[in-house]
Nanobody, 120 residues
Framework: QVQLVESGGGLVQAGGSLRLSCVASVRTFSSYRMGWFRQASGKEREFVAAIRWSGGSTYAADSVKGRFTCSRDDAKNTVYLQMNSLKPEDTAVYYC?????????????WGQGTQVTVSS
């Protein structure tokens, strides 16, 4: 069973930065496109950003484009989300998962997520 463990969240002021980490206990991690999702209180989970295998190209949702960037370290089975210029509307629980070509989550199980709170 795949295990996903997210960390790095916290409370930050608007305009600040955070870097989230996600460790995935999955074989052949390097073969997966990995992505980040978030779920704000009372809202559905939404896709945020992704990175192709072998540190390839990245993709971000319009709401975070130019502010959030994915990176990965395949030797550590870890994917990162660098979040800059944070806004109060970025407040949510953030999750990682593998994603397919349509940026839909691949693994049925999710981690506990990491809370990001941005104060105005």
């Amino acid at each position: 069973q795949v295990q996903l463990v997210e960390s790095g969240g916290g409370l930050v002021q608007a305009g600040g930065s955070l870097r989230l980490s996600c460790v995935a206990s999955v074989r052949t991690f390097s073969s997966y496109r990995m992505g980040w999702f978030r779920q704000a209180s009372g809202k559905e989970r939404e896709f945020v950003a992704a990175i192709r295998w072998s540190g390839g190209s990245t993709y971000a949702a319009d709401s975070v484009k130019g502010r959030f960037t994915c990176s990965r370290d395949d030797a550590k089975n870890t994917v990162y989300l660098q979040m800059n210029s944070l806004k109060p509307e970025d407040t949510a629980v953030y999750y990682c998962n593998a994603v397919n070509n349509n940026y839909v989550a691949v693994f049925s199980s999710w981690g506990q997520g990491t809370q990001v709170t941005v104060s105005s």
